[in-house]
């Protein structure tokens, strides 16, 4: 089924395509349209270069006002069709949760939350390209960030057929010119005050840079936080909260059991109200610099370090050694629009599998910006009492630790022996006192 509407889709596509080169009109190109002024200026842009526009709006959760009228005004603007598609589910299901498995932090801090949206809306714009047939895509991302690379690269691995356009990158307009095109093209303009900032959110959190924030001397200002308190401000009760974890994925909290847009949300509320999830950073650029970025992911860090705190009962060392490399191989491919590498795809068979065990549930204190684990239980827990006990109970064999030992440093004894002569010094202790 899904073939055949592939091969109508690109069918309809190579029709438009020779009707192209016969008239001048290019054939439909599908834009990612948020509402905001580049990709409102980008429908007519696109208009005057020989494209029918269609837009895609995708709702991964961020916080915006304009979402129940973004189709009317895209329509308004110009554009042929509108869709708004609810990836929210998508969303959690295949990038989210994949990355609490994988405890994925880009350079040991970044949830990743703006990166894992890129390949989801990649998808999205080809999935309504190949219904639509459509000849391109269209996406609003400057020549200057990571976000162009990660959707080029994810769409052209979905559909290589389908071209990928970037209007702001190309026609270098300033902010004064985009808002001259557009009044020239009667374009509604989204009337909100422009935020000094530029903004990415979605469930697994917010992202924000530019302005003040470029001086990594400055200290963020209280305007550019907009999900959590300020630490210092936070209630000096803390609250107490118990997640559930089902083969690595959050079930429930404080025993109940919740969807996982829900589950999410009040999380993000809870830990936010506390103070919890705020991180200043400088990171490195698949662009070759270092840019400064404040996230704010409330639930991401909570979800991260509680499950991280699960797995240490419920996963071998071995397994977790491994893994912990993994985990930072797979950051970097989702940072760096590797999102549908077949080393992406290996290290989440990697990881799925080793999430069978990691069933049960972490109690999490939120208190004042950070998040701590208090205790943790779990009916696959290879933590084991009578082993790890100095008290009554203790099933340790503690003679077997002799012939352990032997044999554990035997390779080093046998080094030092051959290399290693003369007596013990320090340098920098007075031995005058063990003369007599
Ligand atoms: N630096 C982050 C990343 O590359 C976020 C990018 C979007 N940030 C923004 N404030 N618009 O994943």
Redesign the pocket.
Known sequence: MAVKKAAKAKKTAEATAAHAVKTGHKGKVVLAYSGGLDTSVAIPWLMEQGYDVVTMTADVGQQADNMPEINEKAVKTGAVSAHMLDLREEMIENYIWPGLKANAL?EGV?P????YS?PLIAQALIYIAQAEGAVAIAHGCTGK???QV?IEVCANALDPSIEVLAPVRDWHMTREQEMEYAERHKVPVPITRQSP????DNLWGR????GVLEDPWNKPPKDAYGLTVDPLEAPDKPAITEITFDKGVPVAVDGKKMKSIKLIGALNKLAGAHGIGRIDMI?N??VGFK?R?V?ECPAAVTLITAHRALESITISKDVMRVKSDLEKKFSELA?EGYWFSPLMQAIQAFVDSTQESVSGTVRVRLYKGSAVVEGMKSDSAIYRHDLATYSEGDMFDHSASVGFIKVWGLPIKTWTQAHRKGKVVFKSVKDSHLKP
């Open positions: 880009y970044y990743l939350n703006s990166a890129r960030g990571q976000d990660r900032y530029s903004l990415d992202s924000c840079e530019c990171e650029r698949l840019s970025e996230y940072y």
